[in-house]
């Protein structure tokens, strides 16, 4: 988990209002106890890499961020030729923290994000933190099965626990809201799918030596370079 890592460098120095949003972003290690049984070559590890990203946000600006995110992820997704992605959003849980208030304006900054990219989702009811609600983007790989790739989620918890705050245009301090975003995810969950998407025959942009010509014996050199 690299999130206390960006609450750390939130904290260093004021921030107002008028620095946010705060982006950072990285690529870090991540480790997980799977069971055993559940791995599966790159596309289930207990260590893998993730594109990993903090925003540290004011309420009102969580909608724009939002929507900015949903453009930048299915752009990627459609580089990489993925023109189908489920999109799943996850809303509150019975034991939670927040009002039902904040539940509400984050769940509604979500849900509009979508409306307005003119996109179609799915609703997990329950499926949420308890810090906060989320999307998740899923992928479906060559035999039909589904895996969640990027994910957005929203969260309360951090910064509160952390004691982290900006100084609002009148003077007092608020309380930031942090977005948890992953364009891919876990990179080796997405490299995986994407070699079965292509069958191994990846695009030349992405793999611009597409064939190599090697010799028996150096009598062929000439002739190979002539290939």
Request: net charge negative; proline share 4%.
């Amino acid at each position: 988990m690299n999130c206390p890592g960006a609450v750390s460098l939130f904290k260093y120095g004021i921030k107002s209002y008028r620095d946010l949003p705060v982006r950072l972003s990285e690529f870090g290690k991540v480790h997980r106890y799977e069971p055993s049984g559940s791995l599966h070559g790159l596309l289930r590890v207990r260590h893998f890499t993730q594109d990993d990203a903090h925003i540290f946000c004011t309420l009102q600006q969580v909608e724009g961020e939002c929507k900015s995110i949903l453009q930048l992820v299915l752009d990627i997704y459609k580089q990489f030729g993925f023109e189908e992605v489920a999109i799943k959003l996850s809303t509150r849980t019975e034991k939670r923290m927040g009002s039902d208030a904040d539940w509400d304006r984050l769940e509604n900054a979500l849900s509009a994000s979508l409306e307005a990219q003119g996109l179609q989702w799915s609703v997990n009811p329950g499926e949420g933190a308890f810090y906060g609600p989320k999307l998740e983007f899923v992928l479906r790989d060559a035999i039909g099965r589904d895996w969640q790739c990027g994910t957005l989620q929203v969260d309360m918890n951090l910064p509160e626990r952390f004691d982290i705050g900006y100084i609002a245009e009148d003077g007092s301090t608020k309380r930031p809201v942090m977005l948890h975003r992953a364009l891919f995810g876990s990179l080796e969950r997405f490299t995986g799918i994407l070699l079965e998407h292509y069958v191994g025959k990846l695009p030349a942009w992405l793999s611009p030596v597409q064939a190599v010509v090697m010799t028996i014996t150096d009598k062929q050199h000439h002739y190979a370079e002539q290939v």
